[in-house]
């Protein structure tokens, strides 16, 4: 009796592991890190203040398709070069920044060169069967009338919309301007719960097609 | 957005007069909805997959002879037998009257396609292939379907959605038969007709080139079919399950000789 009963509950706590981990392991959804990025990417130098050290570079600057289409777009290398074309090892010198900082531009210029794409991992990531469109909810913070709403997600305090596009970028991503890495953060999950938390909240349409196609 | 207070209500009009059996709006299709290849294999077993496919029926004897064509796409039934027997709901009637069938909800059991009075519901018996260059050339808008899941046609919902969209963003204005065609947010059968036989519209629409033939068909139900105006009918219309397509009737200009 006493092994039939360590097996059963060996067997009980192996799915509930297995559950445990399933659910709450993948960036976006639970508890895990992001996947270390290829080339080091400080948002806070490109995306922070200038107060802070920044250069205050606009999201829909690099992110260009955000503000038009469904997909907000990694930019291609060239875009990065459009500014370190200029700031780089020949012309930064190593009592200005990192010796590291100066290593990571060159290996952009480097696949530059090559002509070959940086391997960006992706952090956020909705699972394959979810379209989801950013500028159509990037238009409902940024435009329309003022008003004030209450979302869901993050923090969960009222919101007087309009906001700017920054603004709305952090509502889902957090503030990526004052992160070295860019991680999901608490409260910001993206499962379908909070979308239609989010739906409904602001008389969006639930209706399974409108993610699911 | 689906406008909540006023959903439109699609629907499609099919005209066999027009329809030359070129078979453009299958390719179309399987282009557009990340349909596997198929190949002589999978016909061979009948298990093919086609959300639109050309019925062909021979008419007389040879060398009197003449080919049908029927192009049979989901219906998008009112009253679907499809629904009610699915026992995880994963398809359903949303408000727009479009059959919608939840690729994540489904199961695999089948009671749909065997309900399905139109033989339109397909069963992916196999992991979807496609050769590895042609993997570049899928839909992103389109989910690819796993094995042992029912799927069919959506009426390319996903260009419903984006005209939606992009209409809204430049102005609130509604989705209708104009800015359909003008943005091409047409299902991929329709943009492909080479000879228009096939019309999509909001049925919500009172301009809409398609509503004149539901009216009548709706006027003139089951045994009235003789009194209707137009050439309209329905598919199996004694089974009562109002699809969202209608067809017209071919005008036989050349009959067969000693009629059919």
Redesign the interface.
């Given at each position: 009796m006493a092994i039939a009963g360590l097996v059963v509950t060996a067997i009980v706590a192996f799915i509930l592991v297995v559950l445990f981990i399933s659910w709450f392991s993948n960036p976006p959804f639970g508890w895990g890190n992001a996947p270390a990025q290829p080339i080091g990417f400080p948002h806070t130098v490109h995306a922070g203040s200038v107060e802070e050290g920044g250069h205050a570079i606009q999201c829909e600057f690099c992110h260009r398709n955000v503000t038009s289409g469904a997909a907000a777009t990694v930019p291609a290398v060239e875009v990065c070069v459009i500014c370190h074309k200029q700031v780089n090892g020949s012309n930064v010198t190593t009592d200005a920044v990192a010796p590291e900082t100066l290593i990571n531009i060159q290996r952009v210029l480097d696949k530059h060169a090559e002509e070959r794409p940086i391997d960006w991992e992706r952090v956020h990531r909705v699972p394959d069967h979810v379209r989801f469109v950013h500028e159509a909810h990037i238009r409902f913070l940024t435009q329309g009338e003022e008003r004030t709403v209450t979302l869901p997600i993050g923090d969960e305090k009222p919101m007087n919309l309009p906001v700017t596009t920054a603004e709305a970028c952090s509502v889902c991503h957090g503030d990526v301007a004052h992160m070295e890495e860019v991680q999901p953060q608490d409260g910001q999950s993206l499962k379908m719960g909070t979308c239609l938390d989010c739906h409904r909240e602001n008389n969006v349409s639930t209706d399974c097609t409108i993610c699911h196609k | 957005?689906?406008n909540?207070e006023h959903p439109h209500k699609w629907g499609m009009v099919i005209d066999l007069d027009k329809c030359t059996g070129c078979q453009a709006c299958v390719v179309a299709c399987q282009a557009e909805n990340n349909i596997p290849i198929n190949t002589k294999d999978y016909f061979l077993q009948r298990r093919a997959y086609e959300w639109i496919r050309i019925e062909r029926y021979w008419e007389g004897e040879y060398p009197n002879i003449k080919a049908r064509f029927m192009p049979v796409l989901c219906q998008h039934c009112e009253n679907a037998p499809c629904e009610p027997v699915c026992p995880v709901y994963a398809t359903?009637h949303?408000?727009?009257g479009?059959n919608?069938q939840?690729?994540?909800r489904c199961v695999g059991t089948r009671y749909c396609i065997n309900n399905c009075p139109y033989q339109v519901r397909m069963f992916n018996y196999w992991h979807p292939n496609w050769p590895a260059r042609l993997e570049n050339q899928l839909n992103p808008?389109?989910?690819?379907r796993t094995r042992g899941i029912t799927e069919k046609c959506?009426f390319c919902?996903?260009r419903i959605?984006r005209g939606e969209?992009e209409v809204?963003?430049r102005g609130g204005q509604r989705l209708n038969d104009e800015r359909i065609a003008g943005g091409n947010y047409d299902p991929a059968c329709v943009q492909a007709c080479p000879t228009n036989a096939l019309m999509f519209g909001d049925l919500e629409d009172q301009g809409t080139a398609i509503k004149p033939y539901f009216d009548d068909v709706n006027a003139h139900p089951g045994h009235g079919e003789h009194d209707r105006e137009t050439r309209g009918y329905r598919l199996l219309e004694e089974m009562n399950t109002r699809p969202s397509v209608i067809y017209l009737k071919k005008i036989d200009q050349y009959p067969l000789k000693g009629g059919h």
């Open positions: - | 957005m689906p909540a359903y949303n408000e727009e479009l919608v939840v690729y994540n808008d389109v989910t690819v959506t919902v996903q959605r969209i809204e963003a």
